[in-house]
């Protein structure tokens, strides 16, 4: 705004006992906006001046009207197309300009134009000489601020034809105030202990409160992707019928995470390079003592129709305490804690979504923490069969239809698949998943029925997050180098539950 506009407007004021803001805007040569926005300062300093609304109602042209004053009306060059000798009314639609149609009507109305069908094909031809194209005149006269001096039957029918609009401008009608000045004092903005307590604040003037700004935007908590997705997850599990295993334990036995699981103590991924390993406290020494033994013994001399794998197996290795390294060490102990309920087995689907731990080497889809996603369903009699069409259902919710399963190698699962699936937005088949049927000398030694059988699945939670959120780099979507702003803004996510 002009810095001073506010005191011309004062100044002016001060002489004239009234003036329309629209005047002042011409007057002073700028945007009437400007002066209404020097009004609101003033008025903002308390009742300097008396501010009435004023409408004022004026006939403007349209585009079309505009184009009418340029190059004269409809009708008028609908006419100037007829040549001496006749034209075709076809032909004449295209030389008579883009509004030749309107301008035909307007024409043969006003007695211009006729057609002549004693020829065939009928021509148009001109039943006058010449022409005076008022409509042109008159829009000019609007042109030229003379529009009131019309007749109203014509700014009627100029309206309706689109040529002429009439627009309303507010403006405010000022006079002095009961507080006039001609300069604006500052506005105070904060009462303080110093103008308290010496009474200066009963000569000072406050800026009042803009109750209209747009405030600050209060900050708020913002969920993690990997939290929107796991809250779908975790939806399409429940709509099938499973229950949450309890995961709250990052740190767990070497029993819990591999023994139990008929993976041997020699195992490779039981080895430090793969494997967290928990100095405080080292190890465990709570275990269900019967099971602990029908454990050693289907790893070291076998049983359940197994040869077992024929070493020396050690309780000391089966006490080191890790960080888990996979969630199937929840359903381990939830599976052992089925096959001992009250009341015997009874068939039970779970699942469970939460952190894992690996001594990997970090790369961009690589990370030494990360979230597992698994079900795991026990019944009477289940099958091969029953795990792949468990699959299709699971995947088919998540908007997946094309899998494809190729043989795999886990200690505790015997068939393995890996689970691969057509994804149409990356255009290529995927790895999504490892699963398959847990392995006798696993479920047996726990006291699950011989007759039982437990299918399972595992796939990781930030491959699907960072496919659904387009994130290519996994140090984009966890750990110290994530921009908040991705998580603010992130979208909600939506899977396809069908
Ligand atoms: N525990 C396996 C993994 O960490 C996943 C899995 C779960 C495989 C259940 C089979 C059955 O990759």
Not at 98 to 117: C, E, T
Not at 209 to 221: H, K, Q, V
Not at 261 to 272: G, M, S
Not at 437 to 457: K, Q, S
Request: aromatic content about 10%; overall charge negative.
């Amino acid at each position: 705004m002009h810095p001073d506009l506010t005191e011309r407007i004062l100044q002016h004021l001060e002489t004239a006992d009234q003036v329309d803001t629209l005047d002042l805007a011409a007057k002073f040569a700028v945007d009437h906006q400007k002066i209404v926005g020097a009004l609101k300062s003033i008025q903002a300093h308390g009742e300097l001046v008396n501010a009435e609304v004023a409408t004022h109602k004026s006939l403007g042209l349209t585009d079309e009207g505009r184009s009418v004053v340029e190059h004269g009306s409809h009708e008028a060059l609908v006419y100037a197309a007829v040549p001496e000798e006749g034209i075709a009314q076809a032909a004449l639609m295209t030389a008579g300009g883009p509004n030749a149609k309107v301008g035909f009507s307007k024409a043969m109305s006003q007695g211009w134009i006729l057609v002549d069908k004693t020829v065939t094909p009928p021509l148009v031809r001109r039943k006058v000489e010449k022409i005076t194209d008022s409509v042109k005149e008159q829009l000019k006269q609007v042109a030229a601020g003379k529009g009131d001096a019309l007749p109203s039957k014509d700014v009627t029918d100029f309206k309706k034809r689109k040529l002429l609009q009439e627009t309303t401008t507010k403006s405010f009608v000022l006079s002095r105030g009961p507080e006039f000045a001609t300069t604006l004092t500052k506005l105070e903005t904060d009462l303080t202990v110093e103008m308290l307590s010496s009474g200066l604040w009963e000569q000072l003037k406050f800026k009042s409160y803009n109750f209209d700004a747009l405030g600050a935007p209060p900050s708020r908590g913002h969920l993690h992707p990997l939290l929107k997705v796991r809250t779908e997850f975790r939806q399409i599990f429940l709509e099938m019928g499973f229950s949450e295993m309890p995961t709250n334990n990052y740190v767990e036995s070497s029993f819990w995470n591999f023994d139990a699981l008929f993976q041997p103590q020699q195992h490779p991924a039981r080895d430090a390079h793969d494997t967290f390993f928990v100095n405080h406290p080292a190890k465990s020494h709570k275990f269900p003592q019967e099971y602990l033994e029908r454990v050693k013994k289907v790893h070291s001399v076998g049983g359940y129709g197994s040869k077992g794998y024929g070493y020396d197996w050690k309780v000391e290795e089966a006490q080191k305490n890790l960080l888990r390294t996979h969630t199937t060490a929840v359903s381990a102990r939830m599976l052992y804690k089925l096959a001992n309920q009250e009341g015997g087995f009874k068939p039970a689907k779970y699942f469970s979504i939460d952190k894992v731990f690996r001594n990997e080497t970090l790369d961009a889809t690589h990370l030494a923490e990360f979230h597992q996603v698994e079900g795991v369903i026990a019944d009477v009699g289940l099958t091969l069969g029953d795990l792949i069409g468990t699959l299709y259902e699971f995947f088919r919710k998540l908007g997946i239809t094309q899998l494809e399963f190729k043989p795999a190698y886990n200690p505790y699962t015997e068939p393995s698949m890996e689970i691969f699936c057509y994804h149409p937005g990356l255009g290529k088949w995927i790895e999504v998943g490892n699963s398959g049927v847990f392995r006798p000398e696993m479920l047996l030694p726990m006291g699950l029925p011989e007759n039982v059988n437990v299918i399972a699945w595992g796939l990781s939670l930030e491959r699907p997050t960072m496919i659904k959120y387009g994130i290519n780099n996994i140090r984009d979507l966890v750990g110290p180098k994530v921009d908040l702003k991705m998580v603010e803004e992130g979208p909600i996510c939506r899977l396809d539950h069908v």
